[in-house]
């Protein structure tokens, strides 16, 4: 699998968009970039997903760069429950591999 | 929605005995992962099951077996216990013949090895 880099921590004020960014310069085709945050020692928590679009849910926007060798995780309206450990995952689970190897991930530190 | 079950949520064992932790995934999901995350460390695999075939092996001490049942849930039975295998373990459950990967991961089995 690909690796990935992301800044080891970051601040946002509350009610102003949090984007988390990542590197992940030696992704092949067929790798998608998922995102996972962790609420301090709770069960990692899946956010957003995409291949080479960009994606939007109701947690999140996942901005992919056209080369794909970086992304952006955007949370529009940062809340102080947005706190978490944010982890930038490149998967190849569509080639048959079944595990999400994580790294440092960011610490998301949300500020009132 | 119905969210994966671990049990038990605590365990306190001492050295060399056995433990056993219990995943029940959510409903129609037919992938089961195992995590281990030491304290102050991020959660590395350890083993997953597909439609109850092992699928993918982490670091997954020889001490340590798991198994996928008919019913789907899955078992993670760990002997000889060691202080370091104290750490929070995590299950996680997939729709993989859905075509989809996004793993959803229940609360956790802390165990604590005395």
């Known amino acids: 699998d690909a690796k990935t880099t992301q800044p080891p921590s970051m601040d946002c004020a509350e009610g102003r968009a949090a984007n988390l960014p990542c590197n992940h310069s030696t992704i092949s085709g067929n790798e998608y970039v998922y995102w996972y945050r962790q609420i301090h020692s709770q069960g990692p928590q899946y956010i957003i997903h995409g291949l080479k679009n960009n994606e939007t849910n109701e947690m999140a926007s996942l901005i992919i760069t056209e080369d794909r060798k970086s992304s952006t995780l955007i949370l529009p309206h940062a809340t102080l429950r947005d706190t978490a450990v944010y982890y930038c995952?490149?998967?190849?689970?569509?080639?048959?591999?079944?595990?999400?190897?994580f790294g440092k991930g960011t610490k998301l530190s949300v500020i009132p | 929605a119905a969210g994966v079950i671990q049990s038990p949520r605590h365990l306190i064992k001492e050295k060399r005995e056995t433990a056993t932790l219990k995943c029940y995934p959510i409903?129609?999901?037919?992938?089961v992962y195992w995590y281990q995350q030491g304290p102050g460390q991020d959660p590395q695999f350890l083993i997953s099951?597909?439609?109850?075939?092992?699928?993918d092996k982490g670091s997954i001490p020889d001490r340590f077996s798991a198994q996928q049942f008919s019913d789907y849930h899955s078992e993670l039975n760990m002997s000889s216990l060691e202080l370091g295998d104290s750490a929070l373990y995590f299950c996680a459950s997939s729709h993989t013949t859905g075509g989809t990967y996004e793993q959803y991961f229940g609360p956790g089995t802390r165990l604590t090895v005395t």
């Open positions: 995952i490149v998967d190849n689970s569509g080639a048959g591999s079944y595990q999400l190897t």
């Open positions: 099951f597909y439609e109850k075939m092992q699928s």
């Open positions: 409903p129609r999901h037919d992938t």
